[in-house]
């Protein structure tokens, strides 16, 4: 496949490689192995190892840690590649240099750079390069074209078998484990934890926040096994003090010399939000050898203007006010009571509304359970993939959880978020009623496209 013609046909030619790649084994759809990417990356001639990486592992909050990363990073003047999944509206997104997506064009000729080479390793292996592992191989050749100075690498889905695992990244973070994707992950944090903690190499530096306690030490006994040193939230640093600030919060990290970052601005709701930015100066402090290796800390006027300057898409974001609508990319049942939490303590929300809509595989009923103490009502709804839960079963185990009366169902997305408004605004104009739409990342990215966010 090799799409042409000019400036104009790049939708066009984006869609060709989206349908290409629609072609392969899904994101949900997996084969444990590394030998495919292995395979892929010894053809390109080891792109990932031209570059050190910072490597980022866990069950929610690793994009919005991943960003703060890439924020300070760049603030110190490193030009940086940003891999993470999936994406909120366009494939783009996945593949970031410098804080920005590749461009429609970039992303065409990342693939084409590397097409000639995949049918090869296709050919050699039982299993074909899926869409995940092609994209890993696209965005670590285009950071080593770039070239970029780091590149900070969200893994997939697990640790030891996701296609990223083949950077050997000095500094691995792990964000906080819950239950998700238990059908390939295990049954049990501390299974989960196991297969996470593969990230962690020999010799490296692993940032981990606060964790289930079987969790902890599954990481920890991986981290002896490889002899690398631990930097365990609320030990070697973490969050001393927060408060809700308008727009956000103001907080005080303590970084891994020991030193504390006061004043910071972080423009993100939610408690969560700042232990991930707890997480993300102590990974950068480690890229920069502030902690072990000396004391001391970063310049802390260049640490506040990275974390003014942070932004999460898709993650308790405000999108209209009147009635406001917010956001929310939860789709576990670890993420939405960390979104509810920053709902109730964020927002002076009188009535608030739910808009559902969730993947199929997931625990939806633990969703639910999580968002009912906030939400008056919820109108259940299906996003246009595949892999949506269809409304009439979604809407079964709300009508378990909130009750028949307090539940509307509505297949289409667009007429699931008209329903809700017209619910909150019979609250007034005075009412201070809002909107979530919540329950899973693609719900999230059509709703803002619908709502006309960029």
């Known amino acids: ?13 984006l869609r060709e490689v989206e349908a290409e790649l629609a072609k392969r084994w899904p994101e949900n759809k997996l084969e444990p192995s590394l030998d495919r990417i292995a395979a892929l990356m010894d053809i390109l001639g080891q792109p990932q190892r031209s570059y050190p990486s910072i490597h980022i592992t866990g069950t929610n909050g690793k994009t919005s840690t991943a960003r703060m990363v890439e924020q300070l990073l760049n603030t110190f003047e490193l030009r940086t590649g940003r891999y993470t999944s999936p994406h909120v509206e366009s494939v ?42 092609v994209l890993t191989g696209m965005a670590y050749a285009a950071f080593a074209d770039a070239p970029v100075d780091v590149a900070v690498v969200e893994v997939g889905m697990g640790g030891t078998w996701d296609a990223t695992n083949v950077v050997d990244a000095a500094v691995a973070v792990i964000t906080p484990i819950s239950l998700d994707h238990t059908n390939y992950l295990g049954g049990t944090t501390g299974e989960i934890a196991a297969e996470k903690s593969g990230i962690i190499k020999p010799g490296a530096l692993a940032v981990v926040s606060q964790q289930p306690l079987d969790a902890a030490q599954v990481i920890l ?59 993300a100066l102590a990974a950068v402090e480690a890229f920069f050898g502030v902690g072990a290796a000396r004391e001391g800390r970063l310049d802390v006027d260049k640490v506040r203007q990275a974390f003014s300057g942070v932004s999460s898409p898709g993650r308790l974001e405000v ?12 789709h576990n049942p670890g993420g939405a009571e960390a979104t509810a939490a920053a709902i109730s303590e964020s927002f002076g929300f009188t009535k608030l509304v739910g808009v559902i809509g969730t993947s199929g595989d997931k625990d939806v009923t633990g969703l639910l359970e999580a968002f009912e103490p906030i939400l008056a009502e919820v109108v259940v709804t299906q996003n246009s993939t595949h892999r949506a839960m269809p409304v009439d079963t979604l809407a079964a185990q709300a009508v378990e959880v909130f009750g028949e009366d307090r539940v509307q169902v509505e297949p289409r997305l667009d007429d699931a978020i008209d329903a809700a408004v017209t619910l909150a605004e019979e609250e007034g104009d005075l009412g201070g009623a809002g909107v979530l739409i919540t329950g899973s990342v693609i719900t999230v990215g059509e709703a803002r496209l619908l709502l006309g966010r960029k």
């Open 1 to 13: 496949m090799r799409p042409s013609g000019g400036d104009a046909d790049q939708p066009s030619r």
């Open 92 to 133: 783009t997104e996945r593949i970031s240099l410098d804080g920005q997506p590749i461009s429609e064009q970039r992303f065409v000729e990342a693939y084409q750079d590397i097409e000639p080479y995949l049918g090869m390793v296709d050919a050699a292996q039982p299993v074909p390069l899926s869409f995940f592992e």
């Open 221 to 279: 006994e991986h981290a002896v096994r490889v002899d690398a040193t631990v930097a365990r939230e609320g030990m070697e640093f973490g969050v001393l003090h927060r408060e809700v600030a308008v727009g956000g919060q103001l907080v005080t990290l303590r970084g891994l010399g020991g030193a504390e970052y006061d004043d910071i601005f972080l423009p993100l709701h939610g408690e969560h939000q700042a232990h991930n930015a707890a997480v």
């Open 319 to 330: 999108v209209r006010r009147s009635p406001t609508i917010v956001l929310d990319a939860a």
